[in-house]
């Protein structure tokens, strides 16, 4: 009986011991799935913010009158391009004309471009226009304090064709009296 509890224990101690030691296996949570979201969409810039709704109707008075006034006059551009065309100096120096024998006239100079293009790129192309304009303005005498400029890149199309001839309209500077 004493040698077969020294079997059993010779048996059982290295099972238990090796049971006791035995690691716990550590169930392994499935590694959550990190969803990536996809990028979103690339969005057209934000458009200008309008016109404060109180000054749009007094804006829009005074440019209807100067729409009846022969002076002011657009001028066009080149696709992507902001310098003054040769066809367009005369223009502005009739405009320029106006501009100093009517001394107390404020301006607005409003950049704008065909459809071609981002938003982005078309509001700096129309913000260049708009300035190139002033400048030349400008430099026949023209204050500078008298003449602000705005871009409307592609927003405002004059023409929504898809072909040069309307594009052509749409690529201009075009004046609007602010105050009298």
Not at 131 to 136: H, M, P
Not at 149 to 171: D, F, V
Request: glycine content about 4%; aromatic content about 6%.
């Amino acid at each position: 009986m004493r040698k077969s509890n020294l079997v059993i224990l010779v048996i059982l101690l290295p099972l238990i011991v090796f049971l006791g030691c035995a690691k716990k296996v550590v169930k392994e949570e499935p590694a959550k799935e990190v969803v990536k979201e996809a990028a979103p969409a690339p969005k057209e810039a934000p458009k200008p913010a309008p016109a404060p709704v109180a000054e749009k109707p007094i804006v829009e008075a005074k440019r209807v009158a100067v729409e009846e006034a022969p002076a002011l006059k657009d001028i066009h551009f080149d696709f992507d391009k902001y310098n003054i065309r040769d066809d367009a100096k005369p223009v502005l120096e009739k405009n320029a004309e106006w501009l100093i024998k009517n001394k107390n006239v404020k301006i607005q100079i409003e950049g704008h471009c065909d459809e071609r293009g981002t938003s982005e790129y078309n509001m700096g192309l129309g913000e260049r226009r708009a300035k190139s304009t002033k400048d030349y303005l400008v430099k026949l005498g023209v204050d500078a304090n008298r003449i602000t400029t705005i871009s409307y890149g592609k927003e405002r199309p004059l023409c929504t064709e898809k072909n040069e001839a309307c594009w052509q309209k749409n690529r201009r500077s075009h004046f609007v009296v602010t105050s009298k």
